[in-house]
């Protein structure tokens, strides 16, 4: 049986149906979703030559009206989406344990790595199963990428190697793995799940504050806990006996691994479950869309500079969490946009900066979205401020992840097995 994500914001009763979507019926163009099912030909279709470098290959089109344009279906609760760098495949995670890829434009039946069924290590299901993936930056001549799940039976958080036998290969071996960082978790929700290189080479990691509702072991604010952060390690270096190295400029590098020392592999804290996060291939900027507990869906964006507090759970949003009143806010850093549950919003989901070629009009908006209220979103990150803050493409369905591929082109995943691309139209 199918198992889907479930609303990533706690305690909500209504929120297993609120993000409710029928599965793909298998047609793109009666789903009465509107205008994304509009099927866009010609001089921007992908052209999805395998590794043949970054160039988009289109001839650019003007304007800023978009238009979703159908480019896979029938993916099984595709949570995620990612390519190595130079490499025209497109990579989608299945939350049930596979990966899945889109090649020549077609999805391929084969998946590229299975980590699930019976067999498999995934534990999947609610807000557990593979949730991330993340290609070395020299994937194309070292194969190497990295995933994130929560593995049987403990639902432990799980940062596995794996090396592709040819990086051009179609197929990875299960057999390469290699745990890199398991990370155990003490309630079943808020496993966040994606895993990103930054501009800098390191592997950030976002964690979620290890569930139930409240933080009730306020772990978002405690450095001595890798809950509720941003960690940023080096894959390619080892520090003492872990399986990674620690950069020297983490804001706790030097700390000892101590019960009760601030952990090495932080980068930032104050998170509750940033399911999505990226880094703006342009400017280097971080965004991260933090789901919220009751009230507040956040994205935070700026400087990729440590040892930021995006306030969880003192605050949640632009508020008062913990407690309702007169909570601290000094060292926290606000979002640059919040929506409330009362317009429908429940899980907010992140979202890349558009920085391809075919849509030069896009250039720079920031494209995210949520699973429950499910428009497709876009600002502009100005000074700070997110400007023109708007509903692009109303009823997309629940969405999973909105993330680029290798030339900057922007998709959007949703939860009915469907993988589109944001086309724009004069
Ligand atoms: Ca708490
Ligand atoms: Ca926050």
């Known amino acids: 049986m199918r198992q889907r994500l479930a609303a990533l914001a706690l305690s909500l009763p209504f929120a297993a149906c609120g993000g409710g979507s029928s599965p793909i019926d298998g047609s793109v163009t009666d789903d009465g979703l509107g205008p994304d099912t509009a099927v866009v030909d010609g001089p921007t279709a992908i052209d999805a030559t395998p590794i043949d470098g970054p160039s988009a290959n289109c001839t650019p089109v003007n304007g800023t009206n978009i238009v979703l344009t159908p480019v896979a279906q029938?993916?099984?609760?595709?949570?995620?989406?990612?390519?190595?760098?130079?490499?025209?495949?497109?990579?989608v995670v299945?939350?049930?344990?596979?990966?899945?890829?889109?090649?020549?434009?077609?999805?391929?039946?084969?998946?590229?790595?299975?980590?699930?069924?019976?067999?498999?290590?995934?534990?999947?299901?609610?807000?557990?199963?593979?949730?991330?993936?993340?290609?070395?930056?020299?994937?194309?001549?070292?194969?190497?990428?990295?995933?994130?799940?929560?593995?049987?039976?403990?639902?432990?958080?799980?940062?596995?190697?794996?090396?592709?036998?040819?990086?051009?290969?179609?197929?990875?071996?299960?057999?390469?793995?290699?745990?890199?960082?398991?990370?155990?978790?003490p309630f079943a929700n808020h496993n966040a799940g994606w895993l990103e290189f930054g501009p800098d080479g390191k592997l950030y990691i976002a964690m979620g504050d290890g569930g139930s509702g409240g933080d009730p072991g306020d772990r978002a604010q405690n450095d001595a806990e890798l809950l509720g952060k941003l960690l940023r390690i080096d894959v390619d270096a080892r520090t003492g006996t872990k399986q990674y190295g620690i950069p020297s400029d983490n804001p706790f590098a030097s700390s000892p691994d101590g019960a009760a020392d601030p952990r090495p592999e932080i980068w930032g804290k104050g998170l509750?479950?940033?399911?999505?996060?990226?880094?703006?291939?342009?400017?280097?900027?971080?965004?991260?869309?933090?789901?919220?507990?009751?009230?507040?869906?956040?994205?935070?964006?700026?400087?990729?500079?440590?040892?930021?507090?995006?306030?969880?759970?003192?605050?949640e949003g632009r508020h008062c969490y913990e407690p309702m009143t007169g909570c601290l806010t000094a060292g926290r850093t606000e979002p640059v946009t919040e929506h409330s549950h009362n317009s429908g919003w429940i899980s907010v989901i992140g979202g890349v900066v558009y920085r391809g070629t075919c849509f030069p009009d896009l250039v720079g908006t920031y494209f995210y979205g949520d699973y429950g209220q499910q428009g497709l979103w876009a600002f502009k990150l100005t000074a700070g401020q997110a400007m023109n803050d708007r509903e692009v493409v109303p009823n997309v369905g629940a969405l999973t992840h909105v993330n680029h591929d290798a030339t900057g082109e922007i998709y959007v995943v949703t939860q009915d097995g469907r993988v589109r691309r944001i086309t724009a139209t004069p």
Request: proline content about 8%; overall charge negative; charged content about 20%.
């Open 74 to 91: 029938g993916l099984d609760s595709p949570v995620g989406l990612a390519s190595p760098p130079g490499d025209r495949r497109i990579f």
């Open 94 to 185: 299945e939350q049930t344990g596979a990966i899945r890829l889109i090649k020549d434009g077609a999805l391929v039946t084969t998946p590229y790595l299975n980590l699930g069924g019976t067999a498999g290590p995934v534990l999947s299901g609610g807000e557990r199963g593979l949730l991330g993936i993340a290609f070395h930056p020299q994937f194309g001549t070292n194969g190497k990428f990295y995933v994130d799940f929560t593995r049987k039976p403990d639902g432990a958080t799980v940062i596995a190697e794996f090396t592709a036998a040819a990086p051009g290969n179609d197929t990875a071996p299960v057999a390469s793995r290699r745990d890199v960082l398991v990370i155990p978790q």
């Open 272 to 315: 509750r479950n940033p399911f999505r996060f990226g880094f703006d291939t342009g400017t280097g900027d971080l965004y991260i869309a933090d789901v919220g507990q009751g009230a507040w869906e956040e994205v935070n964006a700026g400087p990729n500079v440590p040892g930021m507090n995006w306030g969880w759970d003192d605050r």
